[in-house]
Structures are given as C-alpha cells and as structure tokens.
C-alpha cells in the first residue's frame, strides 16, 4: 500500500508540473489575452490541484493534510472567480477577443 501511495503521489507531482509547464508556455505563446488568461487558468487549477494532491499522499493522514485540503478548496473558489472577474474588466472597458471584428 506504501508503495502504491509513494508512485501515485509521484505521479501527481509530475502531471501538476507538466500542466504548470504547459501553462507558463501557454501564457508565453498564446495570441491573444484572452487565450493568455485561459493558460494562466489551466496552470491554477490542473497544475496546482495536482501538485496539492500529490503532496498530500506524501504528507498522509496529518494537520498538513489538512492544510493542503484548505488551500486546493480556496485554489478551487477564488481562481475561476478571479479569471472571470479579469475577463469580464476587460471585456467591459472595451478590450474585444482577436478575431471578433471588434477590434
């Protein structure tokens, strides 16, 4: 069972790090801002819920654990909330997606 914990909290950590690298790429190589808030998103809640999951098969049944729970559930509520909030300033103060004939 230990071993079975160790490979899949390894395996989390790798798959939350490669979405992280996939969205700090996102956010460099994307066109627009828009596309550009939509790498910062995959990067807050794939990449860090993953990297929070693996770290709490490491951490096992302790207060750090639940400290863990804590900050993917706050992760999980504030970052869409956020990205919306970004999206819809921008939208409003006039700021239209590429190719939208808006421009």
């Known amino acids: 069972m230990e071993a079975l914990l160790y490979y899949a909290s390894w395996a989390c ?3 939350g790090a490669g979405f992280c ?3 700090g790429l996102g956010l460099l190589r994307l066109p627009d801002f828009y596309s550009r808030m939509h790498g ?3 990067t807050d809640t794939l990449g860090a819920g993953l990297i929070l999951l693996g770290l709490m098969f490491q951490s096992g049944l302790s207060l750090a654990t639940i400290k863990l729970v804590m900050i993917g559930l706050f992760l999980l509520l504030a970052s869409p909330v956020a990205t ?3 999206a819809r300033a921008a939208r409003h103060s006039g700021f239209a997606p ?6």
Request: proline content about 0%; charged content about 10%; glycine content about 28%.
């Open 21 to 23: 690298f996939v969205g």
């Open 40 to 42: 910062g998103g995959v």
């Open 84 to 86: 919306h909030a970004i």
């Open 98 to 103: 590429q190719g939208t004939g808006e421009e």
């Open 13 to 15: 950590l790798l798959l």
